[in-house]
């Protein structure tokens, strides 16, 4: 049973550019989260997906968007880039259990 | 609005003594309370859980208490080992529009010494 995993591992952006980034969730879990975490602060929920429809959101701007494929993998894009989306950028997936199980993170640097 | 607070940033604990790591909160409608430990370029991994209905739960080395009344939850990690030296965070699941969202407090750094 593969974990889940997220790529790139790092990425440096230009303020204004558009990134995307992926996940790939845990075997049979049906469930992902992504989660932004700045430094010295804990994660921060952005939304989550369920059977390829959002079915939350936390306090992020629209240019904050996502989705998840019938393969239970999942992106997220951020557009307009600013300096402060400059962060740990993490994704979980859930098997609709309590518990949410996480991949490495990758780390975005805006300039 | 920070509903899940953790007032130390750091704890410094010698090996094989106890460590206690705490946490507060302010929302009383979360259901489950959560402990990830992360360690430096990985993501966080899950330790242990309680239900808001008990008081305590155990696994192997550690144990989480919960005291609803004064919305205060604590892990109890005996004896502590040098592999133990991570970031804790504490964390509490809260349903918004259908999705379950899980509420992190800021951290702890623990340091276990020889």
């Known amino acids: 049973e593969t974990g889940v995993t997220q790529s790139p591992t790092h990425l440096i952006k230009t303020r204004g550019q558009q990134v995307t980034l992926r996940c790939s969730s845990q075997s049979g879990h049906n469930t992902v989260s992504w989660y932004q975490q700045a430094l010295g602060q804990g994660p921060q929920f952005i939304f989550q997906y369920y059977r390829e429809e959002e079915n939350g959101r936390g306090n992020f701007p629209p240019r904050f968007s996502g989705l998840q494929f019938p393969n239970y993998s999942s992106e997220l894009n951020v557009n307009a880039l600013e300096l402060d989306d400059s962060a740990l950028y993490l994704c979980?997936?859930?098997?609709?259990?309590?518990?949410?199980?996480f991949g490495q993170g990758t780390r975005l640097t805006v300039v | 609005d920070q509903q899940v607070k953790q007032n130390s940033p750091s704890l410094s604990v010698q090996e094989g003594r106890i460590s206690i790591l705490n946490c507060d909160y302010t929302?009383?409608?979360?259901?489950?309370f959560l402990w990830y430990k992360k360690y430096p370029a990985e993501g966080p991994t899950f330790l242990i859980s309680?239900?808001?209905?008990?008081d305590k739960n155990e696994d192997g080395r550690f144990t989480v208490f919960l005291n609803k009344s004064a919305k205060h939850l604590s892990l109890h990690i005996v004896p502590s080992q040098p592999g133990d030296s991570a970031v804790y965070f504490c964390?509490?699941?809260?349903?918004?529009?259908?999705?379950?969202?899980?509420?992190f407090g800021q951290g702890t750094r623990l340091t276990i010494n020889p």
């Open positions: 929302n009383s409608m979360f259901d489950y």
């Open positions: 309680i239900s808001s209905i008990k």
């Open positions: 964390a509490a699941l809260s349903l918004i529009q259908g999705a379950q969202k899980l509420v």
């Open positions: 979980a997936s859930s098997p609709g259990t309590v518990e949410a199980f």
